[in-house]
């Protein structure tokens, strides 16, 4: 079984920074994706970012120049530095870890709340 823990979420001001941490534990196969998404209140959850084993990354638009992804293989942890906060990116950000075998498998955080102020 997999576990996923976040932190790093909090209360800031609009133009701040955070830095989201998820450290992933248990049966982790070495080809997988980690990344995150968002859930502000009342809408879907969307895609943040995600980053491969192998370095590919992937944005969503809407941060694009303001967030970036990284990890550290050595310690299953994905990282998520938010710059340029704004109000819009108040949300529930969970942390994912899809491991690629034969029969994918993809896990979820408990999520963290990052809430902008304006």
């Known amino acids: 079984q997999v576990h996923l823990v976040e932190s790093g979420g909090g209360l800031v001001q609009a133009g701040g920074s955070l830095r989201l941490s998820c450290a992933a534990s248990g049966s982790i196969f070495s080809i997988n994706v980690m990344g995150w998404y968002r859930q502000a209140p009342g809408k879907q959850r969307e895609l943040v970012a995600t980053?491969?084993?192998?370095?590919?990354?992937n944005y969503s638009d809407s941060i694009k120049g303001r967030f970036t992804i990284s990890r550290d293989n050595t310690k299953n942890t994905v990282y998520l530095q938010m710059n340029s906060l704004n109000p819009e990116d108040t949300a529930v950000y969970y942390c994912?870890?899809?491991?690629?075998?034969?029969?994918?498998?993809?896990?979820w955080g408990q999520g963290t709340q990052v809430t902008v102020s304006s």
């Open positions: 994912t870890l899809t491991i690629l075998t034969i029969t994918p498998s993809s896990y």
């Open positions: 980053l491969t084993s192998r370095g590919r990354t």
